[in-house]
């Protein structure tokens, strides 16, 4: 299989029924970024900018975060990279940021992400600055981790559009177009869709924090991990309404969590109307693979009745089906 695999990985990922789709990974690191080209990826749908800050001592200087990113970019050539804003706090801590909250109870749904960076805003700015001068002449895709209510995403945005003001009025060179979309991964976002979608260019569904807000089950913890499943129908039925609406709404969406990289899992999301996916770099070979094998019009059929009247065991449901077919 894993010969098979690899000689998949540059094959594009076109279903039977002749739909493109795009197979991204997801990156963190200078290191991942041979992934990209190697793993023959249509570009880095998700980079934690969060890692640099993680494995370093002190916090990363302006000129470290803009090298990182230039480097990033550089090695990406023409492919597109969609750079996430900070995901520290909670859980992710860094000993230099100081932080005057006690210890929190729940630190995946406390004082993380684009709220900390929201409240920090010299933090914000800074990475802004990095983002927009390492973009120069290029597109610079941004993306906001933790977005719960659609103001989060236009302050967030409105910093980077003021940086790049200043940036601009000091004559530096700017990208030609910047980008901003955010990460759907909590449930009360999706509420609210309609009002947040005619102002984003792009949305990606963070599964991995998804799942564990929808489920009230700690995404850490291996007590819960077999407690539900990634293809229960609630998070499927959660997952298809998004989808459903944003591409009603013509926004792209990707799927960015560990889900998309499993090949049943990621079989179902395509079945859901899911057009993109960004994974693990190792698993690209195995997706295209599933891709390529996949009719995902009669898949659609089946999994629109499968969820109106779910069988006892999705999974296995689609495992059958699956084989069946020589998926
Ligand atoms: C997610 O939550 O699904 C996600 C992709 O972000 P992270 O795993 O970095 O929280
Ligand atoms: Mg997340």
């Not at 959660?238 to 889900?259: D, N």
């Not at 990621?266 to 390529?292: D, F, H, N, W, Y």
Request: one cysteine or more; a negative charge.
């Amino acid at each position: 299989k894993r010969a098979e695999f690899e000689a998949q990985r540059d094959a594009a990922p076109e279903t039977q029924c002749g739909k493109r789709l795009k197979v991204m990974v997801n990156a963190g690191l200078r290191e991942d970024v041979a992934a990209v080209n190697l793993a023959g990826a249509d570009g880095i749908g998700l980079f934690r900018t969060e890692f640099q800050f993680l494995v370093s001592a002190t916090l990363p200087r302006r000129d470290a975060q803009q090298k990182l990113y230039t480097d990033v970019l550089d090695a990406s050539g023409d492919k597109p990279v969609i750079f996430r804003t900070l995901d520290i706090g909670g859980d992710k801590a860094v000993p230099y940021l100081r932080t005057e909250t006690s210890k929190e109870e729940n630190p995946a749904m406390g004082w993380r992400a684009l709220r900390l960076s929201l409240d920090r805003e010299g933090l914000m700015k800074v990475q802004a600055r990095a983002l927009i001068e390492a973009a120069a002449g290029k597109t610079l895709n941004v993306m906001f981790p933790m977005v719960s209510e659609p103001w989060e995403f236009d302050e967030a945005r409105a910093l980077f559009e003021a940086q790049r003001v200043w940036l601009e009025d000091r004559h530096h060179m700017l990208p030609h177009d910047i980008r901003y979309g955010c990460m759907l991964e909590v449930p009360a976002l999706a509420e609210i869709l309609d009002q947040l979608l005619p102002r984003l260019d792009f949305l990606s569904i963070g599964t991995n924090d998804l799942t564990q807000f929808l489920f009230a089950a700690d995404r850490a913890d291996p007590r819960i991990a077999d407690r539900y499943d990634w293809l229960s129908p609630a998070i499927l039925r959660f997952i298809r309404r998004i989808v459903r609406e944003t591409t009603a709404a013509g926004v792209p969406t990707t799927i960015c969590g560990e889900m998309g990289g499993r090949p049943i899992e990621a079989m179902a999301l395509i079945g859901l109307g899911v057009e993109q996916l960004s994974i693990t770099p190792a698993a690209v070979g195995s997706i295209k693979a599933m891709i390529r094998s996949l009719d995902a019009e009669q898949l659609r059929g089946r999994m629109d009745e499968w969820l109106a009247e779910p069988p006892p065991d999705m999974r296995q449901t689609l495992l059958d089906w699956a084989e069946q077919r020589s998926v």
